[in-house]
C-alpha cells in the first residue's frame, strides 16, 4: 500500500476528503518522485556492486558467518537475500513509504533467519555495509529518501 | 484498494524484478501528473457542498423528481440524494488521486444496482446527476483536472448502467 493508498485508506475512515495536512504529505511525496525514480534506477543497476562490495565490507569485519563459510550455495543465497532487501528498498522509494519492505521482507523475516540459523546480528552489520555502499553511489538528495528504508531494514534484524 | 503505485510494484515483485521499462515510465508519468492530482483533490474537497448544490441545480431540481411522488420528496429523500451524491464525488476524487478504479468498485459500485433497485431510486436520473456533476467538476478544477476525473465519473455511470 503506497502513501497515496495510505492516506486515501485513511480519509474513507472518517468519511471525509482528504486534510490539508495529508494533501501536503502528497503533494511532497509527488515533488520529490524525480529523485526517487533516479534513486530506484541507480539502484536496480547496481544491485550486484553493492552486494559485493557491501560483502567485502561485511566479512572484513565478521568473517566468520555462513556467507563466507566456503560453502558457495550458502554465500549466493545470502547475497541472494541481500539483493533482494536492495529491491525492496526500491520499491519503498516508489511506493513513498515503507510498507512494501514490511510486508515483503520484515513480516515473519525473524522466524525465517533463525530457522535456517543465520544469525541475526551478522545480517544487521552485513546490512549496514549494503546502506553504506549504496547510499554511497546516490546523490545526497537521493540518499535521504532512501536512508530511511535501510534503516527500518537494520533496525528489523 | 489498488493504486497506481501498488498496482505496478506487486506485479514485479511477484517476478522478483525491480520497476524497469514500461512499467515504471507508466509510474513515471503518474507521478508527473501528482501535483494536479493533489491541487485538484483539494479545490473539490474545499467545495464538495457547492459542488452538490450546483449539480442539482443542473440536472434534477427543476423536474418532477423533487415534486411529491418524485423520488426526492419529501426531504428525507432530497437529503439521501445530497448524501450519495457526495460519496460519488468523494469516491472519485480518491479514484483520481489514486489513478486507479477499484476503489469505487469496492466501495461504491458494489451492489448498488441491486440497492437502488430494491429503494426504487432511479438508475437515469441518478445518472444525468453524475453527467451534471462532471461539468461543474470540470469548471471549478479546469480541463486538465476535469478530464481527469471524468474518467471515474464515467466508470461509475458505466457500473450504474
Not at chain 1, 117 to 122: E, Y
Not at chain 2, 56 to 81: H, Q
Request: hydrophobic share 40%; net charge negative.
Amino acid at each position: 500500500m503506497s502513501i497515496v493508498a495510505k492516506v486515501i485508506a485513511q480519509s474513507d475512515e472518517a468519511n471525509r476528503f482528504l486534510s490539508s495536512a495529508e494533501l501536503a504529505k502528497l503533494q511532497e511525496f509527488f515533488s520529490s518522485s524525480t529523485a526517487r525514480v533516479s534513486a530506484a534506477q541507480k539502484l536496480a543497476a547496481n544491485q550486484q556492486k553493492i552486494v559485493d562490495e557491501g560483502s567485502k565490507r561485511f566479512w572484513a569485519q565478521c568473517p566468520n558467518t555462513p556467507s563466507n563459510s566456503g560453502n558457495p550455495q550458502k554465500t549466493a543465497l545470502c547475497q541472494r537475500d541481500q539483493g533482494w532487501y536492495i529491491r525492496l528498498v526500491s520499491y519503498c522509494l516508489l511506493a513513498g513509504n515503507s510498507k512494501p519492505l514490511e510486508d515483503i521482507g520484515l513480516d515473519g523475516m525473524r522466524d525465517m533467519y533463525v530457522s535456517l540459523g543465520v544469525p541475526l546480528a551478522n545480517l544487521k552489520l552485513a546490512m549496514k555495509c549494503i546502506k553504506e555502499v549504496a547510499l554511497g553511489g546516490l546523490t545526497a538528495e537521493e540518499g535521504a529518501l532512501a536512508a530511511p528504508y535501510f534503516d527500518q531494514l537494520i533496525r528489523a534484524f | 484498494m489498488q493504486d497506481k503505485i501498488t498496482a505496478a510494484i506487486n506485479p514485479a515483485d511477484e517476478k522478483g524484478n525491480y520497476l524497469e521499462g514500461a512499467e515504471l515510465e507508466a509510474l513515471q508519468n503518474y507521478f508527473r501528473t501528482g501535483e494536479m492530482r493533489v491541487r485538484a483533490a483539494s479545490q473539490i474537497g474545499e467545495s464538495a457542498a457547492s459542488i452538490i448544490s450546483e449539480t442539482v441545480a443542473k440536472s434534477l431540481l427543476y423536474g418532477d423528481i423533487t415534486l411529491p411522488g418524485g423520488n426526492m420528496y419529501p426531504t428525507r429523500r432530497y437529503a439521501a440524494c445530497l448524501r450519495d451524491l457526495s460519496y460519488f464525488l468523494r469516491y472519485a476524487t480518491y479514484a483520481m488521486l489514486a489513478a486507479d478504479t477499484s476503489i469505487l468498485d469496492e466501495r461504491v459500485l458494489n451492489g448498488l444496482r441491486e440497492t437502488y433497485g430494491s429503494l426504487g431510486v432511479p438508475i437515469e436520473p441518478t445518472i444525468q446527476a453524475i453527467q451534471a456533476m462532471k461539468e461543474v467538476v470540470t469548471s471549478r478544477v479546469g480541463a486538465d483536472a476535469g478530464q481527469e476525473m471524468d474518467v471515474y465519473f464515467d466508470h461509475l455511470i458505466a457500473g450504474l448502467s
